[in-house]
């Protein structure tokens, strides 16, 4: 009489154990990078289009209030580091977006944008010292904890700085202009007027790169970084891109 197996061997329940495990772990670790991707990818496009909508809203100049007004908005100055946040307290990573005001009848005879951003009393604060601002204050904040670095490697240095995108007062030119390194403090009371006075100060129209980092890393852990492009002198939307592998500068070739 032939002896029928009534059950499995502990090895080979094991063994099954072992390779079902293995396979939902390799499932598991698929979806989670799959997620991880898409969310950093989300927070890219996100960066992109806030920095697109400054160009929109700097398209057409707009007066402030109704009727015979003496002010229009130039454009946009976007702030990058700022130690104070819009109720003042303290920062935690967040970009700050302000109107650009002037006098909406400017007359003159301008050696430049920059130059008729002055001679218009192009401001973004109503009095110097004190954070009210004279139009719209946004605040922005990259999503799923993305970190805006600049194109240094070692370590990954958090993006300071500014980007003025503004209107010529007579022509309606728009133009952009890049201010990297230094801290532009509107949210501790310092003037846009102050900045453009100043000698030691330069915004200038040249390339600016931003690194999105995935997680905030301010080392080589965070892995690749994605380039975010605005480019010299870029009047429009169009200027700001996302830049291929072999064009990004976030990325280190040494």
Not at 140 to 154: F, G
Request: net charge neutral; hydrophobic share 35%; with cysteine.
């Amino acid at each position: 009489m032939t002896k029928v197996k009534g059950g499995f061997t502990l090895v080979e329940v094991s063994l099954f154990l072992a390779i079902t495990g293995l396979l939902f772990l390799g499932v598991t670790i698929g979806v989670q990078n799959s997620i991880f991707q898409q969310r950093y990818n989300d927070s890219v496009q996100n960066f992109v289009e806030f920095l697109r909508s400054a160009y929109a809203k700097t398209e057409n100049v707009q007066n402030i209030g109704t009727g015979d007004t003496k002010q229009a908005i130039y454009g946009k100055l976007i702030t990058f580091g700022e130690a104070k946040n819009l109720t003042g307290d303290e920062n935690n990573g967040e970009v700050f977006m302000y109107d650009v005001i002037g006098d909406a009848k400017c007359k003159g005879s301008f050696n430049g944008t920059l130059d008729a951003l002055k001679v218009c009393n192009a401001e973004v604060l109503k009095e110097s010292g004190k954070r009210e601002t004279i139009g719209l204050a946004e605040g922005y904040r990259p999503k799923w904890s993305a970190a805006i670095q600049t194109t240094d490697s070692e370590p990954f240095k958090a993006f300071k700085g500014a980007i003025l995108i503004t209107r010529h007062p007579q022509s309606g030119t728009i133009n952009t202009f890049p201010l990297v390194g230094n801290t532009v403090e509107i949210n501790e009371g310092k003037t846009l007027r102050s900045y453009l006075m100043d000698n030691n100060i330069s915004f200038a129209s040249k390339q600016v790169d931003f690194c999105v980092n995935p997680n905030g890393y301010s080392d080589r852990s965070g892995g690749i970084r994605t380039d975010v492009r605005i480019e010299k002198g870029a009047r429009n939307s169009a200027g700001v891109e996302i830049m291929p592998d072999d064009k990004n500068d976030c990325v280190s070739r040494g």
